[in-house]
Structure formats: C-alpha cells, structure tokens
Nanobody, 115 residues
Framework: QVQLVESGGGLVQPGGSLRLSCAAS????????MGWYRQAPGKQRELVAG???????NYADSVKGRFTISRDNAKNTVYLQMNSLKPEDTAVYYC?????????WGQGTQVTVSS
C-alpha cells in the first residue's frame, strides 16, 4: 500500500505562484512514476505533469514553461511549482503514484486562481 498526502493548494491571484507537495509513504519502493493531475468542474481529470523514478519529466502543453515538477527522494516527496497562474488553472489537483501492481491517488487539493 502507498499513501499520498497533498498540501499547498489555495487561492491565488492571476500571475501568482503556488507550490504543491505530495508526500508518499508505505510501499514507496514499488513506485515507478509519479504525477499531478487536475480536474475542473464539469471536466475530465487530466494529466498536468509526471516524473519517473529516474527523473524524466513530461508536461501538458497548457502548463509547459509555467509549471515544474520535481522530486526529493530523501523526503519521498514530489512537488509541483506553479508560476504565472491563470484562471483556467483552477481545479482540484491530485497526486498520483503508479506502482506495481496498481496506482494510487491522493485526496486532492483545491487551487483557485481568481482576482
């Protein structure tokens, strides 16, 4: 079993920044990929960014150049640094861990971008 605990969401003005954190515990040795997804009201959940155990990253086109995913292996934590936030970034952000033999999800953290 893997447990994921997210933190760092909140209300921010357009153009502002937030950093999300996702702390993993449990059978973390089984994790080979971690990522952040988001789901806005009335929309499907979508991938925002992912990072492999080797540090390779990928991003949704909508966030390239603004968001950065990183990991601290010593703390078993993955971060999502979000800069130049836009109102369309408003969503519940979920941490995901792909492990053998299943995937895990955090409880979600709300990010609201509004003036």
């Amino acid at each position: 079993q893997v447990q994921l605990v997210e933190s760092g969401g909140g209300l921010v003005q357009p153009g502002g920044s937030l950093r999300l954190s996702c702390a993993a515990s449990g059978s973390i040795f089984s994790i080979y990929l971690m990522g952040w997804y988001r789901q806005a009201p009335g929309k499907q959940r979508e991938l925002v960014a992912g990072i492999t155990s080797g540090g390779r990253t990928n991003y949704a086109d909508s966030v390239k150049g603004r968001f950065t995913i990183s990991r601290d292996n010593a703390k078993n934590t993955v971060y999502l640094q979000m800069n130049s936030l836009k109102p369309e970034d408003t969503a519940v952000y979920y941490c995901n861990a792909e492990a053998m033999p299943r995937s895990y999800w955090g409880q979600g953290t709300q990010v609201t971008v509004s003036s």
